[in-house]
């Protein structure tokens, strides 16, 4: 199989995987765990969630950003 080919393929494989580890793991936290919810009042542990659920969505761009810009210069 041609190189770069390949490297493309890994590029997408490795980008749904990170994005479907970050959803699963963001969704079984929130949803299945009851984090997400505001059942009363705010609670701190709703805070711990939605601060982590921001922060991993930052990472996950910031992980993307940095396995597809090198490869979209093209010279």
Known sequence: MDPEVLAFLNRISRSIGIALVIMVLNSTIGIMWGYAYVEDHWKWSNTLFYIFA??????????????????LKKD
């Open 54 to 71: 921001s922060i991993s969505l930052v990472t996950l761009f910031y992980t993307l950003y940095r396995i597809w810009w090198p490869h």
